[in-house]
């Protein structure tokens, strides 16, 4: 097995590796600025780490990993559009650099490169591995749809939201995980149970970063804190406290169109405080954490081969931005 | 062997019986609305058509003609957000109906769509079916780029034009032709000539469509005579005519920004015919023409198989509309 500072040196050279043709430029320049803005990569190490899991080595599924970097990357493009969003990781989105046109397009090749990775998967796993693949890219559509729905919806109750942010987020860290498992020639029921720890830990990550935008510590917080809150999101604390209190204090400062935004943020925040939000969403976070433990102890391998996963899964709910 | 009429019920039924998610609506909604706004339906029936062709079963290959009709409405619904067009088939562009947004998302979840019918087909193809989809659709891509690159360029050649419409309209007719040859087990020679002549006849197809939009009767045409002239539209023809002359008229008219469009029609039109651009045209048409039949000619496949696939090709090219 790897270490997983050996899968991020595997994945950095893949990454480095890839090439997409020189011409036309204006399509082909977009993808790889996105990829090389950076990230943690932590989808395409979940591809190889499954695979290792399971005990096949992580090169047999790198055109896999690959594949969901693309894949990722190709929705970051369209969603920034969608979101009319002009920075992504501190730089000008590709809509903003070159074009909505530009964005469009390069986003539509993307997926073409994804799927031209993942064709070079071993052919004996190939339609799992593309039944996986598809299966997984159509729940994170269904999610932006869900999640650009919400904006305009006053109903929005927690059991949609939680669908909501499992299919935008979690479904590809699920769906990543179960392509490295199947690569690796796991049993079905395995490569079923490596998914949904992958989704749980997805839900518990996301709900995670709804804590995190309101009591982050602005020193070590890459965003502003509280913009959850200045936007109206409904996440999970603002959906909780709506279903707890007929607030008209909080009513007020999300109708509120032109708010003093420390203002709106400071006392939001005491809301939430007085109504216990951040317990109720820690408590739903571990709901979904200790379920995902369970579905990785549930999995037939030798306890060993589970310990690097393990403390990545930990290590993501335990950031701290 | 099926007959064409034979093939069409196929397809219609197929498409009849395509299923896609009831929710989120917003997403799939448009997808059944762009796929049953017609069309001729010509790349799923040269699917079926080139694997009957080498002596397989129309109902083999369905499922890719699924994904290739899939994926051209796909990228009818981006194109049209990225040409800014209001009517497609006479009726609301999908971005126009609904919105941009919808029209990105529902669109890339209908490339989902497709490479989820590419991937039922028979295993023991799949590898090879998905790398001659995958460059077809990465084809389509680099072509609609380069035609959008061509709106803002004086300096386009004959050449580069040939490329860019063997790129955004030919490959896929040649791709189309390509799966139902893999998918009948044809061999690699067959199936790459059987992709040249959809290619060939994808170019010659689109000069006929250059030299209908001047030269059509405008009883039978279903658009406006001379679109392309009013539009100042890179065509083979007023390249060619670029290519021919210095005149001042003719680039007079093109810096016009505000002709009275007949006149404007008809002064191109009386310059195009001045230096015989028509005939120049037909014999560049004819030349691709020659080839594609060629390329059919060359199959190692009974006469007889050939008949329907060359009588469709004639009738491409013979048509007024």
Redesign the interface.
């Known amino acids: 097995m790897h270490t997983t500072e050996q899968l991020q040196q595997i994945l950095d050279t893949a990454i480095q590796n890839l090439k997409f043709?020189d011409h036309?430029k204006?399509?082909y320049d977009p993808i790889s600025y996105i990829i090389n803005l950076g990230g943690k990569r932590v989808r395409p190490l979940l591809v190889l780490m499954a695979t290792e899991l399971f005990g096949a080595d992580a090169n047999e599924s790198v055109h896999a990993a690959m594949a969901i970097e693309i894949f990722h990357n190709f929705t970051l493009v369209?969603d920034d559009?969608?979101d009319n969003a002009p920075l992504r990781r501190g730089q000008a989105t590709v809509h903003e650099k070159w074009s909505t046109?530009v964005a469009?397009?390069s986003?539509?090749?993307m997926?073409?490169?994804a799927?031209?990775n993942?064709?070079k998967v071993n052919?004996v796993f190939?339609?799992d591995v593309?039944?996986t693949f598809?299966a997984t890219?159509?729940g994170v559509?269904?999610g932006?749809?869900?999640d650009?729905?919400f904006e305009g919806r006053d109903d929005v109750s927690i059991e949609e939201y939680i669908n909501m942010i499992r299919l935008k987020t979690a479904v590809l860290l699920g769906g990543a995980l179960k392509l490295g498992a199947i690569i690796a020639g796991a049993s079905a029921k395995d490569a079923d149970l490596i998914e949904q720890f992958g989704e749980n830990i997805g839900i518990a990550f996301q709900l995670q970063d709804d804590i995190l935008d309101v009591y982050a510590d602005p020193e070590k917080f890459g965003k502003q804190v509280g913009g959850d809150i200045i936007a109206n999101k409904k996440t999970f604390l603002l959906l909780k406290a709506l279903a707890k209190t007929d607030s008209l204090e909080l009513q007020g400062w999300i109708a509120n169109s032109n708010p003093n935004i420390q203002e709106k943020v400071q006392a939001v925040t005491a809301i939430y405080n007085e109504l216990q939000i951040r317990e109720e969403a820690e408590k739903e976070m571990m709901k979904y954490a200790a379920v995902a433990f369970q579905n990785l102890k549930d999995i037939e391998v030798p306890l060993a081969n589970k310990h690097d996963l393990h403390e990545l899964a930990e290590q993501l709910l335990k950031r701290n931005n």
């Open positions: 043709p036309p204006q399509l369209h559009i969608m046109n469009i397009l986003g539509d090749v997926m073409v490169e799927n031209k993942l064709a052919p190939l339609k593309l039944d598809n890219a159509q559509c269904e932006q749809q869900l650009m729905e």
